[in-house]
Structures are given as structure tokens and as C-alpha cells.
């Protein structure tokens, strides 16, 4: 998995789509560029107003992604 989706509290209006995304090794990925990709593929409103690149995810005791961890992070960095 190198991709994770989150709701980002904007506190005032609900909440915007926001990615944690990890690249491949030696790849390069910008916000742009993946917007771009995604518009093709799915709606305006799917498509992801905050991505963060990341060299791994938060993990749980078990190894698996954290995704309340994740969306712990993307609240306090991009919601208002």
C-alpha cells in the first residue's frame, strides 16, 4: 500500500479530501503531477486538496498503516 485517503477537518466547512501518499524508490511525484493523473479518473470534488509525500507511514503494533494516526497528522498540518 503506498497510498492513504483521509478526510482533513476544515472545522468550518466539514472536511477535504487529503492523500499521504509514499512514492516508489526513485521516484518522483509532485502535487501537480498526481492531480493531474487523477483528473481523468475521477471527480473534481474526489480529487485531493491537501497530498503529503512521505518515506513511510505511521505504523500500528501489528505493522499495519495507522490510518488514525494518519488522519491525526493531516488534521493538525493542513485543517484550520
Do not use: C, Q, W
Not at 13 to 19: K, R, S, W
Amino acid at each position: 500500500e503506498n497510498l492513504v485517503v483521509k478526510g482533513v477537518d476544515t472545522g468550518k466547512y466539514g472536511e477535504i479530501v487529503g492523500a499521504m501518499i509514499m512514492p516508489e524508490k526513485g521516484v518522483t511525484m509532485t502535487e501537480e503531477g498526481t492531480r493531474y493523473a487523477l483528473k481523468d479518473k475521477l471527480s473534481k470534488h474526489e480529487i485531493p486538496e491537501v497530498i503529503e509525500f512521505v518515506t513511510e507511514f505511521p505504523k500500528t503494533g501489528s505493522g499495519k498503516i495507522d490510518k488514525i494516526k494518519v488522519k491525526e497528522i493531516m488534521d493538525g498540518r493542513y485543517g484550520k
